[in-house]
């Protein structure tokens, strides 16, 4: 062969030496992510895998980002909350992100749903993908939601349903700059102003622990301009401000996740009473 073959071939030679070594450092973070047990996480029904492999993705770089927020209470012990996993090295600079819906009872995962997660199709997240396969897209442990639905119900009086609980949410009263009213106080509100108390106790038996709240803010305002609670509705509210766990929520400029005795103490009852 002429070195004027070799020389017109070069860039082939190239291109295949390139396209190996990505092959092989794809294969390697496969193995590496797979090597901590990955899919295993779900098969143990373990939150604390969950949580030590993203400490682990994270610390060591690998490709893509896994966030496991599992601090919204239901009730008791149980707890819910999302796995988020993208293919950048964070959450927020993730061009594509699979949201992973759970409940748990303390550590053990008794339910999670990816059946109904989107993905741009220009930028699938292989691994992923390859990772997840074999592995059912929705698992429920049927004791286990059994038993939360039927705690649920002593408490609120009212069936548990996950499609309300993981409805987005938000709390804040006024928000950003200025102190701007949120929509959600804007229709809280109305139902104050209004004394509209059956619709207020539809938000303390939802399922949505933010409607809870909102529930326990309209409530606890139309105390505070001499509206008397029934023995019932006291009792839903103690419950919800025994409540231990996180929730979306603004104090003025500042979002973040806060607790909710938090909420409660420096959010609700620092507010000035609404006149009717």
Same mark, same amino acid.
């Given at each position: 062969?002429?070195?004027?073959?070799?020389?017109?071939?070069?860039?082939?030679y190239l291109k295949f030496i390139f396209s190996l070594i990505l092959s092989l450092s794809f294969i390697a973070t496969q193995a590496h992510i797979d090597s901590l047990g990955f899919r295993?996480?779900?098969?143990?029904?373990?939150i604390k895998y969950f949580k030590k492999l993203a400490e682990f993705q994270h610390s060591h770089q690998l490709k893509g980002c896994i966030y496991v927020q599992n601090s919204n209470p239901v009730i008791g012990t149980?707890?819910?909350?999302? @796995?988020?996993? =993208?293919? !950048?090295?964070?959450?927020y600079d993730s061009y594509n992100l699979y949201q992973i819906n759970i409940l748990t009872q303390g550590d053990t995962i008794i339910y999670y749903d990816f059946s109904n997660n989107h993905q741009n199709s220009d930028r699938p997240v292989i691994w992923f993908n390859n990772l997840f396969t074999a592995i059912p897209s929705v698992y429920k442990n049927e004791s286990g939601l059994n038993a939360l639905s039927r705690e649920f119900r002593k408490n609120f009086n009212a069936p548990f349903r996950d499609s309300?609980?993981?409805?987005?949410?938000?709390?804040? @009263?006024?928000? =950003?700059? !200025?102190?701007?009213?949120?929509?959600?106080?804007?229709?809280?509100?109305?139902?104050?102003v209004s004394k509209?108390?059956?619709?207020?106790?539809n938000l303390l038996f939802s399922s949505n622990t933010y409607d809870q709240l909102?529930?326990?803010?309209?409530?606890?305002?139309?105390?505070?301009?001499?509206?008397?609670?029934?023995?019932?509705?006291q009792n839903i509210m103690h419950v919800i401000e025994n409540k231990k766990g996180?929730?979306?929520a603004c104090d003025g400029c500042l979002v973040d996740d806060y607790a909710i005795d938090w909420l409660i103490e420096n959010i609700i009852k620092r507010e000035t009473p609404i006149k009717h």
């Open positions: 062969m002429t070195c004027s073959a070799l020389t017109n071939q070069r860039p082939h295993q996480c779900f098969e143990s029904k373990s149980f707890m819910g909350g999302t @796995i988020l996993i =993208g293919d !950048g090295e964070a959450v309300v609980f993981f409805r987005p949410s938000f709390f804040g @009263i006024y928000c =950003g700059e !200025g102190g701007v009213e949120t929509s959600e106080h804007a229709k809280i509100r109305q139902l104050i509209k108390s059956p619709e207020l106790l909102w529930g326990y803010y309209g409530f606890h305002m139309l105390a505070q301009s001499g509206y008397k609670l029934s023995a019932d509705v996180n929730l979306s």
